[in-house]
């Protein structure tokens, strides 16, 4: 089975880990420290904060930038549950606007009329890993003194502007799942510029405890005081040691899906009743985590049948994403069918075809062949 995506693990990767492995510190050690400096440093941003998965990054996000029970977010519905499900943990209220059907990503255009005075943060998802209109996204902010924090979990390595993604919002969530631009078996990250939010994030993955800015007095080097209610959203080592070497071959990777992404184009340019994913705005670099088209025409109605098609020719296609609030448990909070029409009908014609750096010419070649005899 050709799968939608997958690590690319080298000899270089496994050194580094089994060195890291036969050393003094599994965790809690000076590797966690390299790998947020030079996280932070690629992505041109001051602080970078490693957590042991995407969904503890946001997680963490929303505890550093101060939100508050009650306090409603505004956020696309086309992204993984965990987005909203860490602004639920926190008590926030999630606040779903529908998509540019084009793009996918959040309609920057409809957000403004659901801005309320109890939102207090702007969540945009960067979709498929392309980035969202960040120059509106930040014109609303400033406006209406919102807080930024930006679901770039498949979008390491992107740009917009000339700028990495990661520098540009209050908090940019990053996810290093297998399937990502690089990985450490499990991973995650918060970056941002802000130094209050750096403190309150270093504390919060590690049980809200800290060394720094005690308020008792400290009887000895063994004193430690807890402040706040954290987490234990601490990420290994070992891990650590897997995400510095992959980040040395970031820039490499997202050259191979940029490629493999246009071979797709020009391959299936042909094809009636398929739309492809449109091509990069001026100014914006897509880590093209995924490659979605969409049936439309007479196969708008026919995604089941050829999904399982693709499937039984051992191509593992994909669906990304069932709108959040589709999903049983966010019924049950009163969200309804019909909220994001287009998210909702962009949901029920996409398919992901298989983009991963280490797939082989004559993989993709299958893959394309395989698609169009079954599409014609």
């Not at 007095?217 to 234990?232: A, C, I, K, T, V």
């Not at 019909?338 to 750096?357: R, V």
């Amino acid at each position: 089975m050709i799968p939608y995506g997958h690590q690319s693990i080298n000899d270089e990767d496994i050194e580094s880990v089994v060195n890291t492995l036969k050393s003094d510190w599994l965790t809690q050690g000076p590797l966690v420290l390299e790998f947020e400096k030079k996280l932070a440093q690629y992505c041109g941003a001051k602080y970078a904060v490693v957590t042991t998965n995407g969904t503890a990054a946001l997680h963490a996000a929303y505890y550093a930038a101060g939100l508050a029970p009650g306090d409603e977010i505004i956020s696309s519905p086309l992204t993984f549950p965990a987005t909203t499900n860490a602004a639920l943990w926190q008590g926030l209220k999630p606040i779903f606007v529908d998509i540019d059907p084009k793009t996918g990503n959040i309609n920057t255009d409809l957000i403004e009329s659901k801005i309320t005075s109890k939102t207090k943060a702007l969540v945009p998802i960067d979709y498929t890993g392309r980035p969202v209109n960040l120059e509106k996204i930040k014109t609303l902010a400033k406006k209406y003194q919102l807080i930024i924090i930006e679901d770039a979990c498949q979008a390491l390595g992107a740009t917009y502007q000339a700028k990495k993604i990661g520098s540009l919002s209050d908090l940019t969530i990053f996810s290093f799942h297998p399937v990502k631009s690089i990985t450490t078996g499990e991973g995650g990250a918060v970056l941002t510029d802000n130094e209050t939010f750096y403190k309150r994030l270093k504390t919060f993955v590690t049980h809200g405890i800290t060394k720094q800015n005690l308020e008792h007095e400290s009887p000895g080097d063994w004193y430690f005081e807890m402040q706040n209610l954290g987490q234990n959203y601490r990420i290994t080592d070992f891990q650590c040691s897997l995400g510095i070497s992959q980040l040395k071959r970031l820039d490499q990777f997202i050259t191979a899906r940029q490629e493999i992404a246009q071979r797709y184009q020009t391959a299936l340019a042909d094809l009636k009743n398929i739309e492809l994913p449109p091509l990069e705005e001026t100014g914006v670099s897509s880590a093209w985590h995924l490659y979605v088209i969409k049936l439309t025409g007479q196969l708008a109605t026919q995604r089941p049948e050829i999904f399982k098609k693709l499937r039984d020719a051992g191509i593992g296609v994909q669906v990304h994403h069932i709108p959040v609030y589709l999903h049983p448990y966010y019924q049950k909070l009163g969200y309804k069918p019909g909220l994001c029409p287009e998210a909702e009908k962009f949901y029920q014609t996409i398919i992901s075809l298989p983009i991963f750096p280490d797939l082989k010419i004559e993989e993709q070649d299958y893959v394309i062949k395989t698609l169009r005899q079954i599409i014609n």
